[in-house]
T-cell receptor
Framework: DAGVTQSPTHLIKTRGQQVTLRCSPK?????VSWYQQALGQGPQFIFQ???????QRGNFPDRFSGHQYPNYSSELNVNALLLGDSALYLC????????????FGNGTRLTVT | AQKITQTQPGMFVQEKEAVTLDCTYD???????LFWYKQPSSGEMIFLIY??????QNATEGRYSLNFQKARKSANLVISASQLGDSAMYFC????????????????FGKGTHLIIQP
C-alpha cells in the first residue's frame, strides 16, 4: 500500500520562475493538503483540495495555486518565485470517509537562487 | 498570539529514560483536535498520536502517551523507554472545529522540539 508520494524530491529554481510540485495521495484518500516548512520552523498550511476544488486556504498569496485531478492527485504551483519561497513543501492526504489523521509525504525541497 | 507553543527547542535524553515534550495551545473553539508528529531527518512527518477535545481519557499509542490537561490547555507528549531511533524533530499540531471525517481544516503546527537520544 503506497503512502503519499511527492515529486520531485529536490528542485532548484531562479527568482521569478514558476514551479510545479506533484503529489499522489495515499490509496483510499480523497483529500490533499499542502504545507510549506521553512528551515527550523513547523509546517504552515497553504491550502486543501477536495473534489477537485480548493476548500480552505492558509495565509499565502495568490502566487500559490493548486489543482486536484479526478484520481485525487494534486499539484502545487508557485509563480514569480522569491528567495523566501525556499522551503520543504509537504503534501498530506486524508479521507473524508473516516477520522484518519493526515499522512504526509517526504516532501519536495525547493531552493530558489 | 501563537496557537501552538513548544517551549523546548532541543532536548538531550539518555537512552531508556522517559521523556516529556511540552505543548500548550490556544483556542476559543470548544471542539478541536491535538496531534503529535515526528519528523526524522528524511523530512517525512510521521503521525504519532491524536487527542480530541471531548475525549475523556488520555490517548496512548504504544510507547507514546499524551498528557492532556484541558484546563491548562496543555497536551504534552510522553515517550516511555526512549530509543536511539526516537531522535528526531517532534511537532505538536492542532485542528480547530469539528473533526468530521478527516477532510477538515488545516493543521496549525508549533515550531517543534529537536529530541536527541544519547546512548
Amino acid at each position: 500500500d503506497a503512502g503519499v508520494t511527492q515529486s520531485p524530491t529536490h528542485l532548484i529554481k531562479t527568482r521569478g520562475q514558476q514551479v510545479t510540485l506533484r503529489c499522489s495521495p495515499k490509496s483510499g484518500h480523497d483529500t490533499v493538503s499542502w504545507y510549506q516548512q521553512a528551515l527550523g520552523q513547523g509546517p504552515q498550511f497553504i491550502f486543501q483540495y477536495y473534489e477537485e476544488e480548493e476548500r480552505q486556504r492558509g495565509n499565502f498569496p495568490d502566487r500559490f495555486s493548486g489543482h486536484q485531478y479526478p484520481n485525487y492527485s494534486s499539484e502545487l504551483n508557485v509563480n514569480a518565485l522569491l528567495l523566501g519561497d525556499s522551503a520543504l513543501y509537504l503534501c498530506a492526504s486524508s479521507s473524508t470517509r473516516n477520522n484518519s489523521p493526515l499522512h504526509f509525504g517526504n516532501g519536495t525541497r525547493l531552493t530558489v537562487t | 498570539a501563537q496557537k501552538i507553543t513548544q517551549t523546548q527547542p532541543g532536548m538531550f535524553v539518555q537512552e531508556k529514560e522517559a521523556v516529556t515534550l511540552d505543548c500548550t495551545y490556544d483556542t476559543s473553539d470548544p471542539s478541536y483536535g491535538l496531534f503529535w508528529y515526528k519528523q526524522p531527518s528524511s523530512g517525512e512527518m510521521i503521525f504519532l498520536i491524536y487527542q480530541g477535545s471531548y475525549d475523556q481519557q488520555n490517548a496512548t499509542e504504544g510507547r507514546y502517551s499524551l498528557n492532556f490537561q484541558k484546563a491548562r490547555k496543555s497536551a504534552n507528549l510522553v515517550i516511555s523507554a526512549s530509543q536511539l531511533g526516537d531522535s528526531a524533530m517532534y511537532f505538536c499540531a492542532m485542528r480547530e472545529g469539528g473533526y468530521s471525517g478527516g477532510g477538515a481544516d488545516g493543521l496549525t503546527f508549533g515550531k517543534g522540539t529537536h529530541l536527541i537520544i544519547q546512548p
